[in-house]
T-cell receptor, first 111, second 115 residues
Framework: QKEVEQNSGPLSVPEGAIASLNCTYS??????FFWYRQYSGKSPELIMS????GDKEDGRFTAQLNKASQYVSLLIRDSQPSDSATYLC???????????FGTGTRLQVFP | GAVVSQHPSWVICKSGTSVKIECRSL??????MFWYRQFPKQSLMLMAT?????????EQGVEKDKFLINHASLTLSTLTVTSAHPEDSSFYIC???????????FGPGTRLTVT
């Protein structure tokens, strides 16, 4: 079993819809969770971090964390074509600085 | 977030030569930097953890004698690809971060092409 799993997609949503991206992780002692956005040919950009159970909202983005079920999700409201990118889920376990990345989900927002 | 720069942004070199890539933390004293490699349409692969003032820690399968890492100061880490071969052609990216909860910020990356 991979440590961090994501559906590779592509996930296609119409402009204005809610895009829902999911990520599961295997290490129960994981403490910090991150979502990165990566445009083609560019390096990843941090868009959300979440550390405790529940929801965290930042503009059109909402990160959701459920440690009991070991999943973290990212919701993008009012999706725009400019949101089309690969979204990477990353997990940091206790007492380490290393991030474990999922393989990413490719999101396509069509007009 | 932290501002991270990399130099060069792209480089083309001939097979057998060595290439040095710099990663600078511009507004953050980075005791730890990380080096990743990403092949086209693949995910990020952590190569090594660079620790200021000490030897780098390499991930399994990464040749430490081929990928030399030097973290001489709190703002600069370098990755040298020695005796580069076409299969080393990839996107090399560094990140800066320290502590258990602090986020990691990526540099813009260096695209290496070995001919």
């Amino acid at each position: 079993q991979k440590e961090v799993e994501q559906n590779s997609g592509p996930l296609s949503v119409p402009e204005g819809a809610i895009a829902s991206l999911n990520c599961t992780y295997s290490d129960r002692v994981s403490q910090s969770f991150f979502w990165y956005r990566q445009y083609s040919g560019k390096s990843p950009e941090l868009i959300m971090s979440i550390y405790s159970n529940g929801d965290k909202e930042d503009g059109r983005f909402t990160a959701q964390l459920n440690k009991a079920s070991q999943y973290v999700s990212l919701l993008i409201r009012d999706s725009q074509p400019s949101d089309s990118a690969t979204y990477l889920c990353a997990v940091k376990t206790y007492n380490t600085d290393k991030l474990i990345f999922g393989t990413g989900t490719r999101l396509q927002v069509f007009p | 977030g932290a501002v991270v720069s990399q130099h060069p942004s792209w480089v083309i070199c001939k097979s057998g030569t060595s290439v040095k890539i710099e990663c600078r933390s511009l507004d953050f004293q980075a005791t730890t930097m990380f080096w990743y490699r990403q092949f086209p349409k693949q995910s990020l692969m952590l190569m090594a953890t660079s620790n200021e003032g000490s030897k780098a820690t390499y991930e399994q399968g990464v040749e430490k004698d081929k990928f030399l890492i030097n973290h001489a100061s709190l703002t600069l880490s370098t990755l040298t690809v020695t005796s580069a071969h076409p299969e080393d052609s990839s996107f090399y990216i560094c990140t800066v971060g320290s502590g258990v909860r602090i986020e990691q910020y990526f540099g813009p990356g260096t695209r290496l092409t070995v001919t």
